[in-house]
T-cell receptor, first 112, second 113 residues
Framework: GQQVMQIPQYQHVQEGEDFTTYCNSSTTLSNIQWYKQRPGGHPVFLIQLVKSGEVKKQKRLTFQFGEAKKNSSLHITATQTTDVGTYFCAGQRGTSYGKLTFGQGTILTVHP | NAGVTQTPKFQVLKTGQSMTLQCAQDMNHEYMSWYRQDPGMGLRLIHYSVGAGITDQGEVPNGYNVSRSTTEDFPLRLLSAAPSQTSVYFC????????????FGDGTRLSIL
C-alpha cells in the first residue's frame, strides 16, 4: 500500500533558527496536505499543494511539492516559540477515494 | 458552528469491555473518517465513510466497527477492548471531492487496562 515517510521525527532548534521537515511518498500523489498539531491539540489544516513543482508561502512558512509529485517539504524561517508542535504531511492518490495517508510527523521544539 | 464534536474526551476501560466513541459534525460534510494516533506512528486511518449508509475499512480496521446512518454522525465502536487499542482517537470530516481539507475533532484519549 501507499506509504508516506516523514523525517526527521524530532527537531530541536533555538528560537530564530530555521526548520525543515521532509515528506516522501512511495507512489505519485494527486495532492499533498500539511497539518500542524499543537501539544495536546488536534491536527489543523495548513495548506494543500496540487501542482508539480508548486511552491506556496504563508508568512515564515514555505511549502514545496516535488516535480515528480512524490515528495514535499515544509520550511520555517526564523522559528518562534509559537511554532512548537507536530507537523504532518498527508498524501492523497487519485485512486484512493479521498483517503489521506499521513506521515509519522515531525515534532518541533523551539528553545527561547 | 461547533465543527466536529467528539465525546467523550477521556475514557478508561477494562480489557474486554465495549464502548462507542461518538463523532458529530454540523458542516454537512459527506466524508468522515476515524484515525488513531500513537507515538511515532502518525495518524492511521481506521474506517471512513463517503456518505450516509456507506463505510469502508482503512489501514487498521481490526477490532473496530462503524456505521453511518446520518450525514452528521459517525460513531466508532470497540467490540472487546484490548490494551493495544490504547490510543488517541480523532474523528475528521470534509467535503466530498479531492483537494478538500479535513477538519478534526478534539480527540478522545482512551486507555485500556
Amino acid at each position: 500500500g501507499q506509504q508516506v515517510m516523514q523525517i526527521p521525527q524530532y527537531q530541536h532548534v533555538q528560537e530564530g533558527e530555521d526548520f525543515t521537515t521532509y515528506c516522501n511518498s512511495s507512489t505519485t500523489l494527486s495532492n499533498i496536505q500539511w497539518y500542524k498539531q499543537r501539544p495536546g491539540g488536534h491536527p489543523v489544516f495548513l495548506i494543500q499543494l496540487v501542482k508539480s513543482g508548486e511552491v506556496k508561502k504563508q508568512k515564515r512558512l514555505t511549502f514545496q511539492f516535488g516535480e515528480a509529485k512524490k515528495n514535499s517539504s515544509l520550511h520555517i524561517t526564523a522559528t518562534q516559540t509559537t511554532d512548537v508542535g507536530t507537523y504532518f504531511c498527508a498524501g492523497q492518490r487519485g485512486t484512493s477515494y479521498g483517503k489521506l495517508t499521513f506521515g509519522q510527523g515531525t515534532i518541533l521544539t523551539v528553545h527561547p | 458552528n461547533a465543527g466536529v464534536t467528539q465525546t467523550p474526551k477521556f475514557q478508561v476501560l477494562k480489557t474486554g469491555q465495549s464502548m462507542t466513541l461518538q463523532c458529530a459534525q454540523d458542516m454537512n460534510h459527506e466524508y468522515m473518517s476515524w484515525y488513531r494516533q500513537d507515538p511515532g506512528m502518525g495518524l492511521r486511518l481506521i474506517h471512513y465513510s463517503v456518505g450516509a449508509g456507506i463505510t469502508d475499512q482503512g489501514e487498521v480496521p481490526n477490532g473496530y466497527n462503524v456505521s453511518r446512518s446520518t450525514t452528521e454522525d459517525f460513531p466508532l465502536r470497540l467490540l472487546s477492548a484490548a490494551p493495544s487499542q490504547t490510543s488517541v482517537y480523532f474523528c475528521a470530516s470534509r467535503l466530498q471531492g479531492s483537494n478538500q481539507p479535513q477538519h478534526f475533532g478534539d480527540g478522545t484519549r482512551l486507555s485500556i487496562l
